[in-house]
């Protein structure tokens, strides 16, 4: 070997007098049987590069801990363990250091190198710093560290190799003068392993806990299990034993809290509105100027923008996978790299053995090291992901508690929803790819420059090929964005839809409109379905780019580099199998970039969605002003106007007032006067235009429909606040509950369903009433809460609570009421009138003045004049006198005026009520005002009330009180049923046919690579490669038979996906058609025990996850068999002894997959079913949202949100972390299956008898086991994630097999086509249960209604009143005995024909949205003339004529564009339009306005004359001139007899109640 040479095998940057031999020899550490590294090397590179890593991570350490806030006095034994051995460590140095001073002292400077000295010196110093480091993390109890694991592994390896060399130096050379320095080596190896061992165990440090039930292992993990996660292990085993269940769950760490991640987010979005504030400041200021310079206008005003504030939010978690990420990357590449050499040292058998087992090892160090940075990186960006989602979830929330009422109609409750589940999600799922949008254009950049050094300039077609996918790619993109935004609309308006129906069913139900609305959701779930579909034939393109841009790269680059120089360009085996794992690098970023720019795509979609919901304007909190403690007054209103919009009309115009401490201040006035709006503008909830409000103390609101929690009625009391049990015995007494809580099945301990399904109308006020009377406020804005209960109900709550003597005497109150008897008690009157105060004073000063209120009196006392008043309260017509007489000497009294709504609209859309001139004359005689004041308990108890409340029901001690079921959670595997019921919908043929051209497509694609092997070998054959002829011959047919093998390949993956496509679309039709008429067809039970939220969830998460997420995992899952399947197939073929390895990995890997499966399911389970109260507690919120804010309970709600959002977390997080730890497992498996292929090779060489490969074999089964590695995991992902996913087939599965009613129609009995003609009731012996298991509510009823007669039903509370109306339109069914009408069995014809024969009139009037036809007429029936005559005669023509759209004008959700008075009319419309001769009154005429009232009874007076008509009363004097009085008691007849004769017996019941009534 020639000097240069020898130079060149050196390099040596240092000082001779640093090392006394070369700092790398390659002579030394490659060229040679035995390797190692030179004496230089071992003394700095080996020492300095573990301290300079300590050194430079130092500010991160120290970073890390100080933002620990514990400080830990207690030691534990490791801590002392790991700084005993650091000290011993430093001593070992500080001899090492002495003993080469001692050397320098006795031989000369010479003696020993410097670099020994200054390796020492540097030892001495990092040691030191790592002693800190392990105090400060003992001190701030931080379990470990991941600088410090680092630390002392690559330590650990140094000193390993230090003692190698010391050992082999001793061996060959002797001691000489170095046995200190051998001695003190000796002993510092193992203490530095044992060191690095130590730092492998986390510690635990129980102050930190926190008295956690159940805390996470994570918080006490050490370093090297977080990046394992081993410390998942116990739920691992937990859950492959027993199916796991939440109290198994983990406790959410505290940097998971939503609580945390949601105050940093919102904090970043209000740097962002500040911003647009300022720049709309600047704008203001400078407008002039802007005007102008009009292409400056826009760009002035800044945009909030969500994207910068989650960058803000999250920059780190970000940052630091992105970093993960690149190393990762990096690490990918060194397979192909080792592949190269390998096949070069199979085919030169002089190289050493070592360096093959180096390769190998190499090989399974960097894909070991790729699999661990790869799945941490996943496991930092999903753990971001459900801090996103988690943030955005909770930032919903409280902005939906914040928007205004202007706000609000922009944004309804489905697409509220669509925003905290869909949108939500959709950050969740793309955060773990983000980074691919720049990876992989990272990747296939290093990929085309490894193949560059191997193809050369052919690479650029392979390049060229990707380029000219890049158009049809964006192409699909923007199709598929324009699609994306098409679905979210169509997916609103349907939740939208399906939420109006489940708040409306009992409606629908009563009507037999189901089918109607059925037929709306179908229509617009056929659009959605349109759009999905042509997504999926996209997505089928998109596929084929997925599958096919490896090949068409492959073939581009191979036949251009073969066809440029074909005497040069030979394809040999290590070119051919080295660029083929380079190709499969690059199929996986094609592969997930199409999908991750879809994800994208998707993404900003939500995210402009997300930012147009947080842009909205909120209610400002400035509206209302604390009074201070020492100020005379605690409600003041200083010229202020209001509105419901900033641009919308003035509702409330120059209102001034004060209403000192302790008042009581009743708020009279007609409807749509502004009474309400009144209570709103003092709440704050209203825009004030100008003027100021200011409240004192604490405000107790009880809104006019009441508000009811889902939760028992205990803690609706209480609300939040602290038991007092004095305060809380008081309050139901006032309140009039105790007879209700003895009815209850337990009592104040009985849960309440939702919107309060099992309490009547007037037991729902009540217990609203309760609430705010619990919370002890100073200021009570009480809108009308008497107008819900009966009259004695209602005297009892005003004498004990409202009034003068009441519970709240001395505080102040605001009384919204139409009870003229009242007032004259209470110390202040505001009379409204159209939006402004008329009069303002005491009840005798406001007579005396007479003016609008004396005449308000007037007008309703004087219509009573002449009515019969036989039955009439002595002390209210005692006091209708006297006001008689005190206003008896005003100007002649006109004519009632009735109120008939026109056209005009208050600002917020709903239709105001003017005085019309014309006059009605009672045609009936009109109810006492005095006992028409304080209405009825409202509609009896709905259909899972009186199961509760009339009965004791017929269950365990553990289940009194509960109403709603817990949410079902299946357990174990997924059943087969389930599956099969899916390939059902997406019928068999297609899915064997979707199996069969996968199967032929990826047959295909081993036939490709296999003929690649194939053509390799043609370099060797010196016959071909001496005739040119030939060997452009064998090239070409080469060639083309490669490319056929991907044509072939091309046309069968084409028809799989679109098969598939065809497949999911009809899989998802026929799902959700199940799903949907199965719930309309589904008993009222079912709906008041199955919260809303859960059917919602049903409809919007489970069928988005069927709709896009099943299709997109079945895709990703068949791949991954196939190529699993593939992959074994090629290696087992060509190296036979493999099987070997084969047998034992796939049966770990059998295990480890249904280990983890087992577990993983459940956690997806668990995690489903912890969502949908998410959903309930938001729709419960945003019906009480003026209640939350009046009483200032908005953080409460908040953290009730969070905490529920927690509680979902705590079941995901589990799950993200299985798979991650079954990840690391299984793709370790396919580390030891790279390994293994290359291992073989390398004993193959030196073994031809054992195993004799080729270098194209070997290419071929490593180029095949490197692509195996993340396909195992991913198939195991997929396996899991389809299984997981397919929980929602089963959840759909679940709604679409619940209970169903009978038949709606039974085409063999059907009714006469007129039937009813007589409207001849009759009951015999008829008992009847809400449902199996409880007790009867009504036993034995026995009665006959004959045709014409008006009948009332009356009965305490519980008696069975409406049960029995239920019952007559088979809401419920007989349990004996039957239901005759007209002498036809009702049970023995189909629901709707006896619904649709049957007309009933509610007390709550429910509108649907769309247009007002739809709303009288869903099936389209009748003629416009029908209608338009059924508007005149209910008095609404005149109004709807006014409106520019007539019958087709908008109902809004709930029909708040409409007053009450006006909804009731729309259902008196409803009415008339069926026409029937049996009519039910449920009371209809309670809750609505006298002159409403008059119209209606007007006009069932005048059209129902010939009907029979069945009212059922809680107001006994509304039902006095009826033919019969039916008395029901504890579901029996007891009475059934005209009036005069039971008002005759004064033992009679129906006497009692109207002594009760204070009516005799």
Avoid at 437 to 460: E, K, N, T
């Amino acid at each position: 070997m020639s000097a240069n040479e020898m130079d060149n095998m050196t390099y040596h940057p240092f000082p001779e007098t640093l090392c006394r031999d070369r700092f790398w020899d390659l002579r030394t550490t490659w060229y040679t049987t035995d390797p190692d590294f030179t004496e230089c090397f071992h003394s700095t590179v080996l020492v300095w590069g573990p301290c300079l890593f300590l050194w430079l991570l130092l500010p991160l350490q120290g970073y890390y801990v100080l933002s620990i806030q514990y400080r830990i006095d207690r030691w534990t034994w490791q801590s002392l363990a790991k700084l005993a051995i650091c000290f011993l460590l430093i001593i070992l140095c500080l001899v090492d250091a002495f003993d080469v001073v001692a050397q320098w002292s006795l031989y000369g400077i010479n003696s020993v190198p410097s670099a020994e000295f200054i390796a020492q010196i540097v030892r001495v110093a990092t040691l030191l710093v790592a002693a800190g480091c392990i105090y400060m993390d003992k001190r701030r109890a931080r379990s470990t560290s991941g600088i410090l694991f680092f630390f002392w592994f690559f330590l650990s390896v140094a000193a390993i190799l230090a003692f190698r060399n010391i050992i082999n130096k001793a061996n060959t050379a002797g001691f000489g003068n170095d046995q200190v320095h051998f001695a003190t080596q000796v002993i510092y190896m193992p203490l530095v392993v044992i060191q690095f061992i130590l730092s492998c165990f986390g510690e635990r440090f129980k102050e930190t806990e926190n008295n956690d039930k159940n805390p996470c292992p994570e918080k006490h993990a050490s370093f090297l299990s977080q990046l394992t996660f081993w410390w998942f292990n116990p739920m691992a085993i937990l859950g492959w034993r027993r199916p796991l269940q939440l109290a198994d769950l983990w406790d959410v760490l505290p940097w998971d809290r939503t609580e945390i991640n949601v105050e940093n987010l919102e904090r970043n979005w209000r740097i962002e509105t500040e911003r647009r504030a300022r720049s709309l400041a600047q704008r203001a200021n400078s407008g002039a100027l802007l005007e102008d310079s009009p292409g400056r206008k826009d760009k002035s005003i800044y945009e909030p923008s969500l994207t910068k504030a989650l960058w803000r939010t999250y920059w780190w978690g970000l940052t630091s996978s992105g970093l993960l990420r690149i190393l990762s990357d990096l690490c990918i590449f060194i397979s192909p790299q080792i592949l190269q050499l390998l096949i070069g040292f199979v085919d030169d058998p002089t190289q050493a053995a070592w360096k093959g087992y180096l390769y190998a090892t190499i090989m399974l160090l960097g894909a070991a090291a790729q699999t661990i940075l790869l799945n941490y990186y996943l496991h930092i960006t999903l753990r971001l992901g459900m801090h996103v989602r988690g943030s955005v979830v909770a930032e919903v929330y409280r902005k939906a508690l914040r928007i205004t009422s202007e706000a609000k109609r922009t944004s309804n409750i489905g697409e509220i929803v669509n925003l905290m589940s869909v949108d939500a999600q959709r950050f969740m799922d793309f955060l773990a790819y983000i980074h691919v949008l720049w990876s992989g254009p990272l990747q296939m950049g290093l990929a085309i420059f490894f193949l560059y050094q191997i193809l050369g300039i052919a690479v650029l077609a392979g390049l060229g090929t990707m380029v000219a996918l890049v158009p049809l790619n964006a192409f699909i993109v923007g199709k598929v964005r324009a699609l994306q935004i098409s679905q979210m609309k169509e997916k609103d308006g349907r939740i939208k839809i399906m939420t109006e129906i489940l708040n409306g069913m009992k409606v629908l139900k009563l009507y037999a409109w189901e089918e109607s609305f059925q037929g709306q959701v179908t229509e617009v779930r056929e659009r959605e379905l349109t759009t999905l579909r042509k997504a999926a034939f996209l997505g089928a393109v998109s596929y084929f780019t997925w599958m096919m841009s490896p090949f068409l790269v492959a073939l581009a680059t191979f036949a251009t580099y073969v066809t440029t120089d074909p005497e040069n360009n030979v394809l040999t085996a290590e070119r051919v199998f080295v660029a083929l794992a380079l190709l499969n690098i690059l199929r996986l970023p094609l592969t997930l970039l199409p999908t991750t720019i879809t994800m994208a795509v998707q993404v900003s979609i939500s995210i402009k969605r997300l930012a147009n919901f947080l842009r909205n304007e909120e209610i400002d909190p400035n509206n209302v002003q604390d009074l201070p403690p020492s100020s005379p007054s605690s409600v003041i209103i200083s010229d202020a106007s209001f509105a419901w919009g900033k641009d919308d009309p003035v509702c409330l115009s120059k209102i001034d007032l004060a209403i000192k401490d302790g008042q009581l201040v009743a708020v009279v006035g007609q409807v749509g006067s502004g009474k309400s709006s009144m209570c709103s503008a003092m709440l704050g909830l209203m825009e004030k235009l100008n003027g100021s409000v200011a409240v004192k103390g604490n405000v107790a609101y009880v809104p006019q429909q009441a508000w009811i929690q889902n939760l028992t009625l205990e803690d609706n009391i209480l609300f939040g606040k602290d038991m007092e049990r004095e305060r809380y015995e008081k309050t139901l007494d006032v309140c009039s509950l105790r007879t209700d809580l003895a009815m209850l099945a337990a009592g104040d301990k009985t849960e309440i369903g939702e919107r309060g399904t099992n309490l009547s109308g007037g037991q729902r006020q009540r217990v609203s009433l309760a609430r705010a009377v619990y919370s002890n406020a100073d200021v009570y804005i009480l809108d009308d809460p008497l107008s819900a209960v009966d009259a004695h109900v209602g005297k009892h709550i005003f004498e004990h609570v409202i009034g003068p003597n009441g519970m709240l005497t001395g505080k102040t109150r605001v009384l919204v009421t139409h009870g003229i008897s009242y007032l004259p008690q209470v110390d202040l009157i505001v009379v409204l009138d159209n939006g402004a105060i008329r009069e303002v004073g005491t009840y005798q000063e406001l007579l005396t003045t007479k003016g609008a209120f004396s005449q308000f009196l007037r007008t309703y006392l004087m219509e009573e004049r002449g009515d019969d008043d036989a039955q009439e309260d002595p002390e209210a017509a005692k006091l209708k006198d006297q006001i008689l007489q005190e206003v008896a000497d005003v100007e002649p009294i006109r004519r009632v005026s009735v109120v008939v709504p026109t056209g005009e609209k208050d600002s917020r859309g709903r239709s105001m009520s003017i005085i019309s001139q014309t006059s009605v004359t009672s045609a009936k005689k009109i109810k006492d005002v005095f006992r028409r004041d304080s209405r009825r308990e409202s509609k009896a108890p709905k259909a899972a009330e009186e199961k509760v409340k009339e009965k004791k029901p017929i269950l365990s001690d553990t289940e009194r009180g509960k109403l709603v079921d817990t949410e079902k959670s299946e357990v174990g595997s997924v059943k087969w049923s389930v599956y099969f019921m899916f390939m059902r919908q997406m019928s068999f043929p297609i899915v064997i046919a979707v199996a069969i051209f996968y199967g032929i497509s990826y047959a295909m694609s081993m036939g490709t690579n296999f003929w690649l092997g194939s053509w390799s070998r043609d370099a060797a054959n010196k016959t071909l490669r001496n005739s040119s002829e030939l060997w452009i011959a064998q090239r070409d047919y080469r060639l083309g038979v490669y490319a056929s093998f991907g044509g072939l390949q091309a046309v069968f993956v084409v028809m799989a996906a679109l098969t598939l496509a065809v497949g999911r679309i009809r899989a998802s039709r026929l799902l959700h058609h199940g799903m949907l008429k199965r719930i309309m067809r589904a008993p009222m039970a079912f709906f008041d025990t199955t919260p809303l939220g859960r059917i919602v969830n049903r409809f919007s998460k489970d069928v988005d996850t069927v709709d896009t997420v099943i299709p997109a995992t079945l895709d990703v899952w068949m791949y991954c068999a196939f190529t699993v399947l593939s992959t074994v197939v090629v290696i087992c073929v060509n190296t036979p002894l493999f099987v070997v390895l084969i047998v034992p990995l796939g049966i770990f890997y059998f295990f480890m997959q249904r280990f983890y499966i087992s577990t993983s399911r459940q956690l997806k389970r668990l995690e489903s079913t912890s969502r949908s109260p998410i959903y309930s507690h938001f729709q419960e919120s945003i019906s009480g949202t003026s209640v939350i804010i009046a009483t200032k309970h908005i953080d409460r709600f908040v953290l009730e949100n969070e905490r529920l959002v927690d509680g979902n977390n705590g079941s995901y997080y589990p799950n993200i972390v299985s798979q991650r730890w079954i990840a690391v497992r299984l793709e370790i498996v396919g580390v030891c299956v790279s390994f293994g292929a290359a291992l073989f090779a390398v004993i193959g060489r030196d073994n031809p008898g054992i195993l004799n490969m080729t270098a194209e074999q070997i290419g071929l089964s490593i180029s095949y086991s490197l692509a195996i590695n993340q396909v195992l995991n991913w198939f195991v992902r997929m396996t899991s994630d389809l299984e997981s996913n397919v929980v929602s087939v089963e959840r759909l599965k679940e709604y679409s097999e619940v209970d169903s009613e009978a038949e709606w129609i039974i085409p063999s009995n059907r009714p006469d086509k007129d039937w009813p003609t007589a409207g001849q009731v009759q009951f015999v012996d008829y008992k009847t249960r809400y449902r199996p298991g409880l007790d009867l509510v009504l036993k034995g009823v026995n009665a006959t209604v004959s045709s014409g007669e008006k009948i009332g039903i009356v009965g305490r509370t519980g008696a069975g009143k409406s049960s029995l109306t239920l019952a007559l339109f088979r809401l419920i069914e007989a349990a004996d005995g039957h239901i005759s009408i007209d002498n036809l069995d009702i049970a023995s014809v189909g629901l709707h024909d006896v619904r649709s024969r049957i007309t009933i009139l509610p007390q709550e009037p429910v509108l649907f949205s769309g247009t007002l036809r739809i709303n009288l007429d869903p099936f389209n029936k009748f003629s416009d003339e029908d209608v338009w005559l059924a508007l005149e005669n209910s008095h609404l023509k005149r109004f709807v004529s006014s409106l520019p759209q007539g019958l087709n004008h908008i109902v809004a959700d709930g029909g708040e564009n409409y007053s009450i008075g006006q909804r009731q009319l729309i259902c008196l419309a409803r009415a008339l339009l069926r026409k029937t001769k049996i009519l039910i009154l449920d009371e209809a005429t309670a809750a609505v306005d006298l002159e409403t009232d008059a119209l209606i009874q007007q006009t069932i007076a005048e059209k129902f004359a010939d009907c029979t008509i069945l009212t059922i009363a809680h107001r006994i004097n509304t039902i006095m001139d009826s033919t019969r009085i039916m008395v029901l008691d504890q579901g029996r007849v007891k009475e059934f007899a005209p009036p005069q004769v039971l008002l005759a017996d004064r033992n009679s019941i129906f006497y009692s109640l109207a002594k009760t009534a204070n009516l005799v």
